[in-house]
């Protein structure tokens, strides 16, 4: 028994974890164990096993690569037998037929096609490569990169063999080894098989050995065998598992330096990690201590570490199985590998301890189902296809418990190296295993998706955690150390606004200073009327004194609801001056949201014009009508109020809209609106120079900024009149007319302006919401253009980000401006690493002081500042998601509670908005989610185009399938004169029509039959024949209707073999459709078509025949 329990502590992990699974089980769950594979009849030919399967087509879909190339690279030292090793490699050859193999198309599928030996090692190593020109050193060098040349070659997998050998001479006694593989006939396993295989047949050579003994059964052999097994009930029995265990899995969102492809490019590195000494003894420990293996403890603290890195709790990722669970093919090289799929429940807050246990039940149970290849499990499961992922996971985790096997050839000193084939076939595959240096992590990586920066980051992370839950097992997964100290401190100081200082004065005293400077300068221009600095504030002081009478002191608030003339101005300097607060009120608002406003606001009076003063009859408070006004108001004084304000006074209270649909008034004081000029007096260069627009609404915070950055800089004012905001053409005039040059305009608006004409505008500010980077390229030539955010909590805008250059996509949002901070913290309110989403958690001298009349919600959204980073000790959780840039700059993620998933996959709405601002001569864009009346989910596109004609949708769901992700291309699309807009300018989403369906859904109906041969024949001969359905609609989705990746190929196949052209798998997978490939079949044949001497058949043709032509082409 002792020697057994030694035997099993040997094997390899996940040898170990099956032979364990199956006595828990009292053998396999899904029925008796057949008999191992048997040799079958010679000259039968061997099918492809269900693995090799899904290479073969991998391969089809993206043809010329070596995604799947496995290399390895042997530095012999010593006096090398050559034609000893010769002779050696070819008998390794001659002893396995997997290396003597390729793929032919069989009547019924694919099929093994063995080379004699004699074909496959046909030139082995007949030349010897000498590099050894030179130092030694850079022979090495050269000898390293013609390794990696040959790794990265890909090979023909209808033309055998696949492998290749090449031997570099560095000098007599030292040479390197070059062997490279495809995966579809040799896996991990394979690699210690041929080192023992080729050192046993070197030895015998050599005359210092005995060659390996004969083999049971070959390769060919399983795979008959694994096609006998896997049927019937054992089959059934075993998909049933898997589709119940998989249901609803959801995608990994693990975050990406750059927006996923629209196809997985495969292109690849790989960086490496040593942990810390004594982890492995910590880990052992840990492990006896919980009655799991090694193995289990890291796959756990990988998956916390996922968890850390993506927020969710139900985690979905791959490990291998080596799959030789028999003595017979324990010898063989070959694909046998399983890759298992693992579903975690992270939920409920479990210790690590805990998750142990969890993570031990989910291998367990997945090595006891193991047998089904996973081809076959996702057939079963029938996950949403997506040619930008691999189906169920994209994220791999490998461990192996013991030193690699090596080389070993007599009277020579061997080192081996893996090959970096530049490849990598998931999004991250994390391998740890034991070398002489200690536990070693070897990450490969998409670098399409992710920076090399971000993967160390991420090894040095998962070295945190280990040594976090080793040293407290107890401790709760979301709470384990992810960041060191040094980092904590740097996410928390490092990117903050600079400290600068601030006056101690109110509005009021910085607006007088300006005045008393220059009073002639023009202050404020509404149309054809222009005041100057002292007109204004003598009108200003007039209709303060007035409210003074009406009970306007600090305190107190008085409501404005003015249309866009001087008088609006006038009334907010009024209303400041008196140290009362200003609530703006738009006179747009519906009567019901003006009482809401008015009655949470109780105002002590109310100012407004005629027009919108039939809305405020009900208002407890005095109005003020300043139309008939104008004679109380010139015997009014028109110097200061005597009154003493504060910095920390209320200036203005902007109302938001509440969860509850009710809402909220945001206190902001004095101090606060102060630090924002001079912060951006400080940003922008603003100077008495500048003639600012004034285009937000009073009730929007921009308003604010745009107000007070003119008038606290003593430049000039532009208000934009009411009829001037929404006609395009008056804007554009306005705004090259008066020289405009500084905005701050919704992007929706400036996509319908020309920026060209704009020859004095020098700042573009955007903030408030998300817009593509074609907006920056178009704007920002010859001008500064920045991006912002900043919550109305926030005094306008907080956080700013410059875009010099092209972009390809949004900008991020940037960074504190002056005497703010802004962190990016958990559900514990602790930093998270760069690039992971956290929620947006800002402070400094803008913050509000709080909501009017509700202490509860103001505890719960500003709260103590634990970290010392704000004067006031104070932070307000804005409730978005953001990531910091390894540049410390921020990227807008989206709202908490407003995340957008469509079948289960997160979809960042500005990446598709971004791609579709490259279409040519569209105008205004918005992309939003829509629930049909079915309850599923879809994106929607909305664009206006001008007064060119709207192109057809589906020229823009093509130009969209070629950038994006299929999942990301709205399936729907709706033109629109214009997009409908909120007061302040912003797309109102309420507004938006819900899409026609008719012509984009698939069913019975004349919508979804062919309209052209092409389609006919792809409906009823191709589609309908590959599934076996008796009617296929031209809009019906494959996947969707049953096929899966095998009837994919053979579909490709069909359509070759019918029409004469080549369809790529890739190009199939973004629109699977009768329709999308009828498209492509016409234009392919069209290219392929022998060009027509035309002339010579004119002439050929009878004066009849002419005639005929001629009115036929005039009727098209």
Known sequence: MSEMIKRLARLPEDRRAAFIAQLRAGGNQTGPRQAAAAPTPAGRPAP?????????????????????????????????????????????????????????????????????????TAGLLSEVRDVAAGPAAAGYEAARRRATELGRLPFDLTRGPLWRAELLRLSDRDHLLVFVVHHVVFDGWSGEVFTDDLAASYAAETGTGAPPPSLPV?????????????SGATYENLAAHWRERLAGAPTLDL?????????TTYDGTYRRGVLAPGTADAVRTLADSAGVRPYVVHLAAFLVLLHRYTGQEDLVIGTPMANRDTVEVERLIGFFVNMLVLRTDLSGAPSFRELLGRVDRTVQEAFEHGELPFERVVDAVRPPRDPSRSPLFQVVFAFQDGVDAKLSLPGLTVEQESLDPGTSRFDLSWNISSRPEGLVVEAEFNSDLFDPESIDQLLAHYGQVLSSVTADPDVAVSRATLLTADERTELLTRWNGPRLALPEVSVPEMFRSRARTAPDAVALVVGDEQLDYAELERRANRLAHLLRRHGAVPGERVALCLNRTPDLVVAVLAVLFTGAAYVPVDPGYPPARIAAILDDATPVAVVAHAGPAGKLADADAPLLVLDGLAETLAAQPDTAPAVEIAPDDVAYVLYTSGTTGRPKGVLIEHHSVIAFVRAAQELFGLTETDRVLG????????????????????????????????????????????????????????????????????????????????????????????NGYGPTECTVT?????????????????????????????????????????????GGAGLTRGYLGAPGLTREKIVPDPFGSTPDGRLYRTGDLVRRRRDGSLVFVGRIDQQVKIRGLRIELGDVEAALATFPGIGQLAVVPWTDPHGERHLVAYTTFGGDPAPEAGAIRAHLADRLPAYMVPPFHVTLDALPLTVSGKVDHRRLPAPETSADTSGSGAESRPRTDTERVLATEVFAEVLRRETVGVHDHFFELGGNSLQAAQLMSRIGERFQVRVGLAEFFRSPTVAH??????????????????????????DEEAERLATFEGEA
């Open 48 to 120: 492809l096993s269900f693995a090799q399967e899904t290479l073969w087509f991998l391969d089809q879909l993206s043809p010329g690569r070596a995604t799947y190339n496995v290399g390895t690279s042997y530095r012999i030292a010593g006096a090398l037998d050559v034609a000893a090793l010769r002779r050696a490699l070819r008998a390794t050859v001659a002893r396995h037929e997997t290396l003597r193999t390729a793929f032919r198309r069989g009547p019924d599928g694919m099929l093994q096609d063995l080379l004699t030996v004699q074909e496959a």
């Open 218 to 230: 070959q390769y060919g052999d399983y795979a008959h065998w694994q096609r006998e097994r896997l």
């Open 255 to 263: 975050p990406t330096d750059r927006p996923r492809p629209a196809e």
């Open 695 to 786: 285009y937000a609404s009073a009730n929007f915070d921009v308003s604010v900024g745009e107000m007070f950055n003119a008038l606290l800089t003593g430049a000039r004012l532009h208000l934009v009149r009411d009829d001037e905001r929404l006609d395009m053409a008056r804007l554009q005039e306005l705004l090259e007319t008066g020289g405009i040059t500084v905005t701050d305009l919704p992007p929706t608006v400036m996509a319908l302006l020309d920026p060209e004409r704009l020859t004095a505008l020098r700042i573009v500010f955007v903030g408030g919401e998300a817009f593509p980077g074609e907006l920056v390229n178009a704007w920002n030539a010859g001008r500064r253009f920045f």
């Open 798 to 842: 907080m956080i700013v980000h410059e875009c010099p250059g092209h972009w390809n996509s949004s900008p991020p949002i940037g960074l504190p401006i002056a005497n703010h901070v802004g962190h990016v913290l958990d559900e514990h309110f602790e930093p998270v690493p760069y690039g992971v989403a956290g929620e947006l958690v800002i």
């Open 1077 to 1102: 490939l009828a498209a492509i079949v016409d234009r392919l044949r069209l290219e392929a078509a022998p060009e027509v001497d035309l002339l010579a058949l004119i002439e050929g043709l009878s």
